[in-house]
Every structure is written in structure tokens, then in C-alpha cells.
């Protein structure tokens, strides 16, 4: 249970203050260019120490791809790869050994497993994304043979909300700020509201939108894996992400059926939809339309305060976090929502060859 | 792709005007008592024209269990059901055959497979959902005889907003009214609004909550298959569900760390937190709080008023749906929703026993 | 754990005198023709009672389609299917509620889920074998489309053993007789044995050979779910099957490398081998060539005279089962070879699509 | 579709000449003590170069276990592992750059993927079963926590038969031989014969016993996953294994039923068998008897004269392999043997947990 997809399928193995993280990504398609410049950009994207609004933890983060790939060109065959930790100061959590951080899963691991590595949050740590953002540009290598793009951004962050919607910014003046949202002038204020947040021991939440363009109509499964489940589930298996939704999503809920009807008309002698208010899924298959959601994610738990708690042995107990660790996690979630969202789209899109003979 | 659950594990068939529908339960745990008629009071939950909010469709939704069940227990082996199909008005559809109604899955579909069951939806019509809820009831009495309960009820509908948290209602109450609040009050505010809708051909949306109690900590996932994500893939999977949170979920991100934090206190010999912000889930894995989590749903699309869209031939076309149908969903997915988390809690709970040999 | 397939899947539930057998089947390709006529001739070869050397029963075997197929194309949804059960003569099996037949399930279903349908067996009969029966007919109508072909044959019962290979005959001959055997004098003997073995109250083994013509190159995986792994494991699924081996497999064991190469020769403007030593897969996928393989079958257990045994009190007993029984389960299981076969074929044929993008 | 198992899984990466091969193990047991000096004893007994009658390579075959482990114990979380390549002749390889071996993968691979790595077979090589043996050796070391045992020995090689059954010998000694064959004076005749074909530049198949012991009652599923279908799509899934067999399995095929009946005793105030036909596994699940069966392995492909093949461009062409080759892969293949059924019976064992809540 540490993988994701059915055919287009990434295993994850690796604690944050183990050997190394890793993984195997099975159902790369054979023959897909394997860009090694272009996953070192992505994996810096996900990089702690990256600004001044991350933590300030160095990884080199090295991804090592170990198999899979010949002459420059994906095989078909498992494309096993690892990153090697280092920069661990294992010792920073030498007085967690014993206590539950609250927020934390060092309870839950305990109550399952009878045994956890406490050190550095072990197997729940944030560490463990980075697999998914090598899983998630061997994606979007793929993706990008079809045309088919997947892009995030932060668009809230406290109550902080981005006004407009994905259609109102060139999404590519994210990468061009720090908490990486499209909008300047908003973008400036989230990062001075991360500052005063960060200064005060604390952390801060915020939601981020990710857009799938380019995928073609037919993509999806009808009643188990729907093309939005599948995505919800993969989201919500990021660290800290607490809800998800698709197309207008919650603020559907208060709307009537009339004014969210997805009326179809023919465009340049297509099939599309006047509005898009479904978020280019219906009945859990896409409809050739941009596909649009979002991801909560709540303010990270550990604080770099003192803060009460209680031990193995039902004692209370005061906790200081003396760890690195990011004010808000939405700039480095960002590149990990966009892997996951790759990754979910190019299982289905393999998968959906298999419904005709 | 069309089940649901590893361990427990639900796949269904079947089309709203076929022959029947159905499915097979496997892994039912041996030697659980088989209640029939509480299956038949949870079908009857479900069942369109139980009050004057609801289609109008009279369908008895008679279950038959077909294997899996000896001298009224389970037998551990897999429980195959069927309903089926009657009260079809097939004709009702002719006029659909070769359009594509906007915001369906009649376009979606046509586009994977080639071919499409055009008769009252075909496999993307909530009647599949029956299904689901047989799976339900089965899970429910699996999970009875460990003490854990779930239980579902409407939080919205339109902008009315139910005012508390599951803990300020006796959530059995939701049961005596038609829209299934546990608020008399709202329950009353809503059901107008459902009949104002009504009136008007239109349709509305709206909230779901649900509520798992007394699962212990320690069963859940730690990356893939966690259980909210499990859970959220499940909800989603559910016709017109548009988002998922669980916890505080979209209202945390606006949060501090510092006030969201999930102190742990000893009580009654035991840990637990003192709030439940996280909402009984901490990395993947149930804390032994309470688990509860919201579904948005989005107005029903089908309305009974004219309605412009295009043919299979890219022709403009006018649409009149002379079909029967709900103006909300919310009061008949309650159910569903119930079925579906119970499904999963019990997938898990069984799945927890193999973390440790 | 009552599954068979990725992609194209077969679920099935039902026991021997429960209500209904039957199943699911997901990936069917979406515009295959469905031919119910030839799904009834595939029941017939299955069905007991068809010749004076098989079982005295009479069943039916009526299939049911339930779901997936409109205006007689299969729309790529699940097929849902039952056979009710009827002619059943529970009483029959009166006796052996508290005991346990040697060499057949009851001891072990007892273990593993502390209650067993002792009725015909329950689960563990090979009435189960009907919804493979189902699953195969549906996967033979859509390789027939690409011109593949799976056909399967007695080829020993007890010391007769069939003195050629598949190609010395016109494998279509093995309808021509009641024990399926393509030589007419070979299959006369192996007659004889059974008939003699029935008289006695006994019981006979053998071996029955299956072949797959017409599948391309490039099918199969190459490290899980090998082609032949995936084949062998769908044949020791078969009720009384206890070994597999494919091209000369066992016989292989005795011989030198030099004399077993595949040496590649071109053929027609196509690579071809000189021999088919290999049985048609090298490294787990097809190589173009026939596929062909063994299943062996053991005598059925059931015999029609007096055994010992015990019973659930640990006590001695004796057993007189007044079942009706095959003396030989060849003749009726080679129409199931057949289905496994093509299930497996099938699965990997729409698998093997999705290798490149 | 590289992975092996439901709850203990292993999924393999790897090219013979690529960067590493390795795995991760899912579902490993919380709180298993992890012995490293027996996995390297068990990475010994599968390495090249270990007598006269293996390969010449030298490989070292260090494994790195990158997590999972805390403290000496398996942490219920999954255990990354790799093994570096090294001592990689590849330029041996390049003659075989464009020309098809007979009876190996080139051509089937080239056919799926359109690619491929022809540097020692690429993943198509038998260095893939190292991964197999290290997923074998954690899963013993889970296994013997509950006195269970996998233990396999050659028992034919070419046309020399061990004459006994598993019982007349302490299986302990095929450990003092280089063939792996329990019985010295067997041992000794079969390793003349190994060297004899090798100084032929030939090679030779043979059957490898497998037995597994101490498993309780109780253990496998019905249908699907029948606990010996399992066991032989593993086995079937190593290199060159042809068939496979369980109980008397094809030597049942000629007996009669009265003959072959497994005849309930009461022995020690347990339920067992009077005699083992059926091999310890009756309709799908282990019975608390012995589990024994046998794979049969097809002499290797790889001969050391000079061999005709075709090329890509269809033209005839001659080979002659300079690789280093096993003239018969027996005595390296009954590590792996162990492994598989080591995994095969965990996973199963972990399974059998499900059955009851």
C-alpha cells in the first residue's frame, strides 16, 4: 500500500532520516526521451532552503536512476531510482523518541506498528514527496509526446485569496516568486504574511489549484477510478492536504442546476463546452476540456515553540521543535501536486487504450 | 476498474434500464450475522419516491443475496446480489439517444468507448449506487459487532448552512425528516428550498457529513491507501460528489499551526487529543477519534425545462428531459455516502490485521 | 481473492446449492459482438450430464447476462451474469455436514473460515467452473475479432496416453467424442478406461493439452505476470488441476541446450522459429509462434463406495457418497482449459497495449 | 507488472548491465528482527561463481538495505534495497546489439517495447532473481518467527533422477554438494554430468523439489489465489522454469482415485492426513500437512559454440556467445526457488489473517 496507479505505477520506499528515499516507477511507456536536466529542475523545485520562506534544511537531493532507460530512451522495463539522505541531524530529534508530537502521526505509526523510526518523522515525512516528484516528471516526459501539460499554483495562503481564476494569469509567472503564485502583487502579499508567520514560531495554510490542459476526451473509468477520485486520492495523499475538489467544487454546492449546466456548442468543428464549470470531467471521464481543482492543505504542526504533549508511558510533557522546518509547505507542495496530478493522468490516459480491441 | 476495496472488496455492474443491477461483495469476514431486514430498511433509504422531495419513481429495490451467506451467517466467501431492474420508461429516452445532454456522461462515454447505453444513463446513472449501498449494509454488520458506527446526514443544501458540528445534534434525528438533517429547524428551511427549486424545473446542491465512531487508532495506510484518501476517493467516486474534506479540511487553511494543534491528554487511562481538528486521522492512520469528513455535491443536471445542446452530428439541438427526477440528491445520497465510508472503514479495519504477523 | 485478470477480469461468486453462480466480467472491449447462441454451445461442452461417461446430473446451465451488452455489442461496461441453481439434491449431502471428505476442501474451508456450506461442496465444487465457462465464451468472441484461436483437448487418461503432438491432428476432431480427444481411436480406449473405472465405484486422472494460435508477437510481461506464469496460474485454478508445465516443459528437463534452441529462421518476409520448443513464449511474452501446454488432472476424489475418514469430533467414520459424480473430469474441464486460456490471452493481448503511448 | 504478491510484495527493477537492481518489499511484518549476516548467507548460495559447475563471474552481490529497519527490526514501513553492478563485461555483448538469440527474449522484447537493452539480456537476464532471493530471505526471517521452513533441492538434472521422496532424506545436506542434491552418491553422478556437458560447451535442464513446512491449516483462498496457483506462477516466473507440480502432480494423472485418496487420521489429537497425495493443499488451502511440489527447468539457452540466428534486418547471421554462462542453472536456482515460496507462503499467511474479523 505504497504505491499509486494501475499501470503507470510509482512504489515509494524511505524514511527521512534513513539510507535513502526512493522508488520504482513501473509502465513508463517505451521509447519516451528521458530528460535528466529536466528532472534535476523539477526535483529543485521541491528542494528545501530554496528561499527565504522555506526551511532552511540544505539537501542536495541527487535523484540516481538506476534502471530502466538505455541510450537516453525509457525501455518499458521498471525504472528504478533513489536519493541518498544526508544533512540529517538525526540528534534534533533525539527528544522526540519517547513523546507524540501533536498533529503528528508519531502516535498513529506507534498504535499500528508497535515500532517507529522517530527520527526526522521517519516514513511520514514530507522527504518521502520527493519520490513522487521523480515519478512525476518521468510523467510529465511522457505527457509532453502528447501535448498534454499539468501545472500548479498557490492560490491561498492564510486568508489570503488569489481573486481570479486560472484563466486570468499566464501561469508560468509562478515559478518567477517565491510562493509560487501567478498573481505579483498577491504573491507578495502571501510571502510578507509567510514572514510575520514564520517569525512568530508559527505556520500558516493555504490552498493550491492545479490545471491538466491538452488531454484528450475518453480519459477516465466510469463507477471505480474515476478520473477525479483517482486525482482526489493521490492529492490527498500528500502530507498536510485535507480536502480536495474538482471544477466549481464546493462552491457548487450552493448553486442550482441551471446556472451550472455545461451547455455543449461546436467550436472549429469540435465538441467543447460554453463554460467549464465541471472541470473537463463528466461521469468520471474526461471531455477534452481543461481540467482544474484544488488541494487544502492545513498549516504544518510542528512549531518552533514549546508546545504540551504527552509521552509513551501517558505522562505529560513539553516539546521543542528543534528541526528545520517550513512555515508554509504550499511553495514545495506545488511541484508535488503537479506530480501527482502527471501521474494520475498518464495511468489513465495508458489505461483508456485498453476499452477498444 | 469498477470495485472498490482491497481486502473488502465491492464490484458492481449494471445499467439503470438493463436487465438488473448488482454486484459481489468479497471478503466479508466469516461468520458475521446477515441481517435481511436491516438490509431492506437501508435499501428503502436509498429508494427514489420515499417523500414528496424525492423523483417520483415508485422502485422496490428488492435485494437478493445470491452465495456467501449459510444458515444466516457469512461463510467468508464472496456474497453475490442482484436488483432488478423495473419501472423502466425507456421511451422517456428515446428523444436522448443521439444527443448529448450537457453536463452528463453521454458525451464522455461515447468518446471512450464507441458505443453508449443511452437508456435512462446507462451505467452512469445513481442507480448503480444501489449497489453500493448493499455493500454498505454488509459492512455495517461487520462493523457493528466491533462497536463502530457510521453515520451520514445533509449539512447544506443551496446556502442554507446547518449552524453546528456533528456534536451539536443527536445525529439520529436526521432519519425524521425528508432531507436528512438532524435540525428540525434547518431541516424544515431546507426541504422549502428543495420544493421552491422544484417547482421551478431547477435543481440544487449541497453538503453531506459523515461521521465514523469508535474505530480504534492504528488502521489506516501510511502513503498509498491512506484513509482519508481512501475515504475521499470513495466519496468522489459517488455520482455529482465534487469535493471531499476531511477534519477541519478547507476551513483549515485560512488557520495558524498554533491553533489547529491536536494536543494530546491522557483521559480515562487513555490518550487521546483534546480537540479533534484533525479529524480522527493523523498520516493516513485513524488516532481512535472521531473520523468525520464532507462531500460537496453538485446540483443535479437534469432539469425539467428545455435546455440547449448538440447532437452526435455537432447540430444544435433542444433538450427536454422527460424522466424522473430528484431536484436534490442530497436526502437519498446520505446513504450512500454512509455505505461507501463504511465500506472502506471496514477494508481497512481487516487490512490492519496484517501489519504485524 | 475470487478474481482473475487486470484488465479483462472475472469475478465470481456462488455455491454448488446456494441460489446462483455467476460472475463479472470488467475490460470487455467496448462494439465486440455478443453471440448468445455460441455462449450457449460453450455452457453445453461444460454442462453435466452430456454424455454416459460423465455425471448423471441434469443441469441446465441457463446464463443469465445481466448488464454491459446493448443492441448486441458489449458497451466496455461490466457484464454481470448468473445461472440459477436448480436439480439440486441437498439431502444428498446430509451426512457430511460434520464430516470431512478425504481430499476434498471441507477440512481446510473449515480452518481457514471456521464455518463451511457443506451442500455439493459449496464453493470449493466445481460448479464453479460455470462462471469461467461464461468469462471464456465472452473473451473468445472478442479474440476471435484479431483471429486468435484457444483449443483445448484430452490428451491422457490414466496410462493412455495420446501418441502425437497437437500438430499430427485436426484439433476440431475432439468434439467428435465423449472424452474430447482428437484421435478416434485413442479416444475409444480412453472410453473403455473410464467406463471400467465408473463400474468399479473409482475414479481416473490425465492430462488435457491446450493451444493458442494467431496471437502476435509482444504479448505477455516479463517479470510478474509472465504469459505462462499468468497461464499456469489460471489452470491450477481449475478444480482437481495439479501441475502445468508449457512447451515441452517437463519432458525439457532431460534434455541438452544444442538440442532445444528456437533457432530463428525467416519465413515469408517474417521471423519465425525452426521449432516451437519454447511453446511459443520466451522471457514471458509471445514470440508469434503456437502456444501450447499441459494441465494435469487428478482423479476425482469422490468415490462411490465406502471411505474412512473423521469428523469434526476427531472421530472415525465412515463416508458413502450418493452424490452424483464424474468418473473422469477431463471430458467436462476441457471446455474450461478453453476459458482460462482465452481470459488469460485476452487480459495480456489488451495489457500489451499499453507498452508504448 | 513487476511486482509478486498481495500484502508481502515485492516489486523488482533492474538490468544485468544497467546501474543496480534491486526492489521493495511491502508489507513486511512491524517488529521482525532483521538478520543481515543470513541475508548475505542466502545472497551466497544464488551468486555466480560459487563452484566449478556455475558460472566464472565474479560478482559480489552486496545488498544495501536502504529502509524499513529501525534498530535491527523490520519497522512495518517498505525495505528498499539495491544491489550495484559491477564486473559487467558488456563489450561480450555487442555482436548481439542487432541479432535475435534463439530461444531467449530479444526478439519478444524488441516485438512489446520497439526497444531494447541487449547488454547481458538486459531485464530479461537471471540476475533480476537476485531481488527474488533478498524479498525471500526477509521473508524467511518472518516465517521461522512462526516455525515455518521452505527448503528446496534438485532432484534431476538431465536424465539422472534422485530416486527417493523428500522424506528419505535430510534435505539439510543438499547444502554440502555443489548441486544442491541431498543424496551424496546422486550428487556426485549429476555433477559429473554438468561438467561433462560443459565441456561440451552445452548446457542441461532438471527439476528442482520445493517443500514447505510447519504452515498451519487453514492458509490460501478458494478461488482466485489458490494458495498452489500462487506457488506456481511463482516458480514459473524464474528464468527458464518450464513447469510446475504440486502433491503427486503429474504422476497423479495415471491413478485412480482410490488409490490417491489423502485419508483422514486423528494423530496427537490433531486432524492430519494417513498418507500426502494431495501435497498439503486441498481446494486452494493449506491443510497443516507438508506443502511439496517441483518446477522443472529447461537446460539454458546460452551454449558456448556457435549458433544460427537471424538478425533485425531479417539476414541470417551466426553467434557465438563470449558471455559467462551456468551450464545448468539448478544448483543457483534452488536458493531462488525458496525465496519465491517463502514469499509466496507469507504473503499468504498474512492474507489468512482477513478471514476473520
Sequence with gaps: MNSFGQIFRLTTFGESHGIAVGGIVEGMPAGIPVDEDFLAREMARRRPGQSAITTGRQEEDRVELLSGIFEGKSTGTPIGFEVRNSNQHSA??????DLFRPSHAD???TMKYGIRDHRGGGRSSARETLSRAVGGALAKMALRTRGITVTAFTSQV???????????YNLGDAENNAVRCPDTETAARMETLIREVKAQGDTIGGVITGVIQGLPAGVGEPVGNKLHADLGAAMLSINACKGFDYGLGFADCGKRGSEMLDTFVVRDGSIMTAANHSGGIQGGISNGQDIYFRCAFKPVATLLREVETVNKDLEPAVLKARGRH????????????????AMVTLDHLLLSKTARL
Tied chains: 1, 2, 3, 4.
Design 326 to 341: 517550513d512555515p508554509c509547505v504550499l511553495p514545495r507542495a506545488v511541484p508535488v501536486v503537479e506530480a501527482m496530478a
Design 158 to 168: 492564510g486568508d489570503i485569496v488569489l481573486p481570479g481564476t486560472y484563466l486570468d
Design 107 to 109: 502516535y498513529t505509526y
Design 92 to 97: 534534533d530529534y533525539d527528544n522526540m523518541r
